[in-house]
């Protein structure tokens, strides 16, 4: 049984429609990359499977439960993470705070059970040596790291990443890259939306391309990089 | 004269620790749902008005009644919350203005229905008429007693929000209800706690100020003005600074007694306008 099971999504906002009739499966462990222009669709599609807005039509299935109509608070007590593109802290909070009241209330742990795991995902996501600062002081390659580092103290099956290499430099993106390598073997699936593309073929085992909402590729992502359409639509040869 | 004017100045104070019991509801729902509830000075005459029944009713210890309708008024902000407010909240900023301002009226009118207009006191017994001498000077057991429940409850307030687990939940919400609703948290309850625990606050204020002092049916639009311009001197989303504001209003209008009886609430209006001109953002902004 896939993971996520996408039949025949669409979402439209008033007379615009995002997504089209989207179908898109992710497997157990895998690890998918979205790409596409600007106005694809691609966060919406990340808003519509994490709960920030509901479909117009189609069904989500994730672990074989449609999920379309749940509250996010729900999803993300599923095991859905997410980050965001623009990183989006508890400013006036510390760093600890940040990802202990992530471990709390979306792993459901117990208050001790909860401290270790955000002391664990801290370790993971290098935060531990500012765990006391506040949150809105944090440099923005911190900043991803704490949307990760949150996001991991939910112990997600799956996590949506959100071009969590965008504004950074090479050197930046490659430590985020061996954080995310290591939350994959830890046994969670990987839906990661990027426009760093080296980044990106680094760690996706599989790529998709949306174009005006709907699914424009599919498949290993050389090939789906290679593919003349994709190349017109994305990379604009 | 210098001995009158430390008089003014300490009864200022004291009156301040009131003028902060009516306060701290406010700021706190103002620092967490980012809503001014117009209701909030008729919801501390209400609860008067429970306190009154229960204590006279039951011939109950005026502080024994208090104690049995904290959870009371928890439960009660966070149905109101929960089932009313949080309804209207998000989708336009004159909506929870309109809804409370609705609720004002219904509670004024509900209240002189059902107790009349003739004002009322809350029975504080012995320690209404107790006087203590400080430093040569004779104050009232009862003001006093109003300063220490502002202080402790500003600081059990205070380590609960910034200290406690159930702190951190309400901050996060506050920060960005989207974000946090994707790391588990329903806005909607964690706001309901946060209006119930606003229902506590309302009800110790509600104690004080009915030991203090006379209130009727029609008594809600001054505290509301009186928390409104202490929540704003203190700058919003500090509780000390609430407690500053509510002191600062307290003094300023102690000594505009002095100069002029009439002068009295004038001067904390004066003084309010006065430090919005200068500080806008209030004396101990949090946010």
């Known amino acids: ?237 | 004269m210098v001995a009158a004017i430390v008089n003014t100045l300490v009864q200022g104070v004291l009156i301040g620790g009131l003028y902060a019991l009516f306060a701290l509801g406010l700021s706190l729902s103002v620092g967490v749902m980012r809503a001014v509830n117009v209701a909030h000075g008729d919801f501390i005459v209400v609860v008067s008005y429970l306190l009154l029944s229960i204590a006279t009713g039951f011939g109950l210890n005026i502080f024994l009644a208090l104690a049995l309708v904290l959870p009371v008024a928890f439960l009660g902000g966070f149905a109101l919350q929960r089932y009313l407010l949080q309804r209207v909240s998000g989708k336009a900023v004159l909506a929870p203005l309109l809804v409370t301002f609705g609720l004002a009226i219904i509670i004024q009118n509900g209240l002189l229905e059902g107790y009349g207009a003739d004002p009322r006191v809350l029975p504080g017994g012995a320690l209404e008429t107790k006087v203590v001498s400080i430093f040569g000077m004779q104050l009232g057991l009862m003001p006093l007693v109003t300063l220490a429940a502002a202080i402790v409850l500003i600081f059990a307030l205070d380590r609960l929000l910034y200290k406690s687990q159930v702190g951190a939940l309400i901050r996060a919400v506050s920060d960005d209800p989207g974000a946090a609703s994707l790391i588990g948290l329903s806005p909607n309850q964690v706001y309901g706690i946060a209006m119930g625990i606003v229902g506590m606050t309302v009800a110790v204020a509600a104690c004080f100020m009915g030991l203090r002092s006379n209130f009727d049916p029609a008594s809600g639009p001054g505290n509301l003005l009186i928390a409104f311009e202490s929540v704003v001197l203190g700058g919003l989303g500090s509780l000390w600074g609430t407690l500053a504001g509510g002191v600062v209003l307290g003094v300023a209008q102690g000594v505009g007694g002095q100069i002029d009886f009439a002068w009295q609430t004038l001067a904390g209006h004066i003084v309010f306008l006065a430090v919005l001109a200068v500080r806008p953002q209030g004396l101990f902004p949090r946010y």
């Open chain 1, 1 to 237: 049984m896939n993971l996520v099971e996408i039949r025949r999504l669409s979402k439209s906002f008033g007379g615009l429609s995002v997504i089209n009739g989207l179908d898109l499966q992710l497997g157990e462990n895998e690890i998918l990359g979205v790409i596409g222009p600007n106005g694809a669709g691609k966060t919406t599609l990340f808003n519509l499977i994490s709960g920030v807005h509901a479909p117009s039509e189609g069904s989500i299935f994730y672990r074989g439960v449609d999920i379309g109509r749940a509250q996010a608070w729900d999803r993300c007590r599923l095991g859905i993470g997410r980050t965001f593109q623009v990183p989006r802290p508890y400013a006036r909070m510390s760093v600890y705070e940040n990802v202990l009241v992530a471990a709390v209330h979306g792993g459901g742990l117990s208050s001790r059970a909860a401290r270790k795991e955000a002391e664990q995902a801290l370790d993971l996501t290098g935060l531990a040596r500012r765990y006391a600062e506040p949150a809105g002081q944090l440099t923005l390659l911190d900043l991803k790291r704490l949307e990760l580092c949150r996001a991991l103290a939910i112990r997600p099956r799956l996590l949506l990443l959100d071009e969590i290499a965008g504004g950074l430099t090479d050197a930046e993106s490659l430590a985020l890259l061996d954080i995310v390598r290591q939350v994959h073997r830890r046994g969670a699936a990987i839906i990661w939306i990027e426009h760093v593309l080296h980044a990106l073929r680094r760690l996706a085992s599989r790529l998709v391309v949306l174009h005006g909402g709907g699914l424009l590729a599919d498949g290993d992502p050389e090939a789906v990089l290679a593919d003349p359409r994709v190349k017109a639509v994305y990379l604009g040869e």
